[in-house]
């Protein structure tokens, strides 16, 4: 398991950040890496840390014996379990640590009930022939043993950084709006993420200075009443008196109003003249904002607007007579088109009815021209 300690070192022995050094606590002889120097402020941070001293860099030997422990741990476990069954105790093994020395066996059990482990101690250490710690330890320990990485990707805390399990509720979580899928909200462990604890005081201060939702305020936009709150981003969401519901900023509201106070009245008054002053701040800036300067400006943006509006209108004009005079060109030409067309026909017409009159006549010449007939009695035939 790794602990925290505040250790010396022999004859000023002077070491950096990530040595691996050989150190000697009040557990026995151990193996560690330096962090950082044992400032007042480190210190402070730390309760109760236990105490030893720095023996000596670890050197090639060192890492050797140190693998081989490792890996002898893993058979004093499988071992271990079989002897916790054979004695049908009620607890489950988490760890079996060796320290560096090979003077002590601490040996991590979970166990909801008190064990009585003496015979286990005796057989184990029969077995081992060395001293037998029995810790008991709980799940988030467990974790601190076991786990490696967390759901965000990084190393899990208890393994890392934290020197205290903190206690975490559900509370916590609905504070920060967090979800309440216990697969989501859970680490390694199974129990609630230590991290929820870690913004929780912060979330706490900054709610402090929210209108708790239900509250009726009078804003710069009028009177309204709280609905919803952010407390990250101090932000307030108001229905209105009209309705209309926005997201306001802390400092919009002007004050706030408790129907159950005596003064109610007055706050209401007040919260008025608020309302009125503020808006009346809001006209000076806005008529401070015209200028001399922003006036000829705003003068010459009008003019060149009022140009451009008067050549638009004079290229609708043109093209609306180029679009007329389009429409008159094509209307005449159907018109010629048509009058051809029906002299053409009339003179067709005309040329015909002539023809027709003269072969008449040619017929009519004709027939008075010819002799009648005579019979062989002498009389005319017609």
């Given at each position: 398991m790794r602990l925290l300690g505040v250790?010396?070192?022999?004859?000023?022995?002077?070491?950096?950040?990530?040595d691996r050094v050989v150190v000697r606590t009040n557990r026995g002889l151990e193996t560690g890496e330096v962090l950082c120097e044992a400032s007042e402020n480190a210190i402070n941070q730390m309760k109760n840390p236990s105490n030893g001293q720095i023996i000596r860099l670890m050197s090639t030997e060192d890492q050797v014996e140190?693998?081989?422990?490792?890996?002898?741990?893993?058979?004093?476990f499988k071992r271990s379990q079989q002897i916790v069954a054979r004695h049908g105790l009620d607890m489950e093994l988490a760890e079996v640590e060796k320290l560096f020395g090979g003077e002590r066996l601490i040996v991590y059990y979970i166990s909801e009930d008190r064990v009585d482990f003496r015979e286990l101690v005796?057989?184990?250490?029969?077995?081992?022939?060395m001293r037998i710690e029995m810790r008991q330890i709980g799940v988030r320990d467990e974790a601190k043993l076991l786990a490696d990485y967390g759901d965000c990707g990084k190393?899990?805390?208890?393994?890392?950084?934290?020197?205290?399990?903190?206690?975490?509720?559900?509370?916590?979580?609905?504070?920060?709006?967090?979800?309440?899928?216990?697969?989501?909200?859970?680490?390694?462990?199974?129990?609630?993420?230590?991290?929820?604890?870690?913004?929780?005081?912060?979330?706490?201060?900054?709610?402090?200075?929210?209108?708790?939702?239900?509250?009726?305020?009078?804003?710069?936009?009028?009177?309204?009443?709280i609905l919803n709150q952010e407390i990250l981003s101090q932000q307030l969401l108001?229905?209105?008196?009209?309705?209309?519901?926005?997201?306001?900023?802390?400092?919009?509201?002007?004050?706030?109003?408790?129907?159950?106070?005596?003064?109610?009245e007055q706050q209401v008054a007040e919260g008025e003249r608020l309302l009125a002053a503020a808006r009346a701040d809001e006209m000076d800036l806005a008529l401070g904002a015209f200028t001399p300067e922003t006036d000829e400006a705003g003068s010459r943006e009008e003019e060149d607007k009022g140009r451009q509006r008067k050549g638009k209108s004079r290229r609708r004009r043109r093209n609306r007579k180029g679009q007329r005079k389009r429409q008159d060109g094509s209307s005449e030409t159907a018109s010629k088109d048509k009058n051809n067309t029906s002299a053409d026909?009339?003179?067709?017409?005309?040329?015909?009815?002539?023809?027709?009159?003269?072969?008449?006549?040619?017929r009519r010449r004709r027939g008075g021209d010819r002799k009648p007939n005579q019979n062989a009695e002498g009389g005319n035939t017609t």
């Open positions: 250790l010396g070192t022999r004859n000023e022995g002077q070491f950096a950040r990530g140190l693998e081989r422990l490792q890996t002898q741990q893993q058979d004093y005796k057989t184990l250490a029969a077995e081992f022939q190393p899990v805390c208890c393994n890392t950084h934290l020197m205290q399990m903190p206690p975490v509720s559900m509370k916590m979580a609905k504070l920060q709006k967090a979800t309440l899928d216990p697969t989501k909200i859970s680490g390694r462990c199974g129990r609630l993420k230590c991290c929820l604890r870690y913004e929780y005081d912060t979330y706490v201060s900054l709610r402090e200075e929210l209108p708790r939702s239900g509250t009726e305020v009078i804003t710069n936009s009028g009177r309204g009443k108001v229905e209105l008196e009209s309705g209309r519901r926005l997201m306001l900023h802390v400092s919009e509201i002007l004050t706030t109003l408790d129907r159950k106070s005596p003064d109610y026909s009339s003179a067709q017409e005309t040329a015909g009815g002539n023809k027709k009159k003269k072969r008449r006549r040619r």
